[in-house]
């Protein structure tokens, strides 16, 4: 019998968990704060060197694969924190081109 991905993923060990960077670390507790302020964090110089697009990507990361088992409220948060985000990233590209 053929065992399902999704049996063989879970007996494993999760690949996230050697995921190693230089970059910076978002803030102890971050992602458990309202969305306002995750996205404010997010795009700081001191969490984002590079930008607001890194903070981005650390919080797709955390979506996708850090919290899979987020509440449907947390995601939702954390959703419109992408949301604020994708904003300033926008803001930041335009004045870029001005």
Known sequence: MKQSSHGKRRAGKRWVAKVTTESTYPPAGLFTKNAETIARTLASKRVSP???GSGMRMLTFFLNRGG???T???RRELEKAKKLLSERIKQAHERRAA
Do not use: N
């Open 50 to 52: 590079k930008g607001p």
């Open 72 to 74: 449907a409220a947390r």
């Open 68 to 70: 899979q088992g987020l």
